[in-house]
Nanobody, 120 residues
Framework: QLRPVESGGGSVEAGGSRRLSCVAIGYNCMAWARQAPGKEREVIASLSEKSQVTYTEAIRGRFTISGSTTKGLIYLEMNGLKPEDSAIYYC??????????????????WGQGTQVTVSS
């Protein structure tokens, strides 16, 4: 098993795009979460082993999760970035049977996070 490791963070101007990557082996449900200063960490997108995805409303239509839990590599493509998207972005993963893989699931393993800063 390889715990989640994220990459791809950095600075971007408002309206721009950024892609994050995460490697994690041994899981059947993976997700992206973010935590802005002074706010709780929130899971924003999930991907199941059957390629089913879920999103929170705040990022729906702008962000896309893709990849494969079987191959242990997922991405978060972020478009139309706004200053309020600035946060530490985390990759999360878990292995569950019989539970729905979604943004509401409790994830067991987390990466160290990667900072994304959007300037206006």
């Amino acid at each position: 098993q390889l715990r989640p490791v994220e990459s791809g963070g950095g600075s971007v101007e408002a309206g721009g795009s950024r892609r994050l990557s995460c490697v994690a082996i041994g899981y059947n449900c993976m997700a992206w979460a973010r935590q802005a200063p002074g706010k709780e960490r929130e899971v924003i997108a999930s991907l199941s082993e059957k390629s089913q995805v879920t999103y929170t409303e705040a990022i729906r239509g702008r962000f896309t999760i893709s990849g494969s839990t079987t191959k242990g590599l997922i991405y978060l493509e972020m478009n139309g970035l706004k200053p309020e998207d600035s946060a530490i972005y985390y990759c999360a993963a878990t292995y569950r049977r019989g539970a729905e893989c979604s943004v509401r699931l409790d994830y067991t393993d987390w990466g160290q996070g990667t900072q994304v800063t959007v300037s206006s």
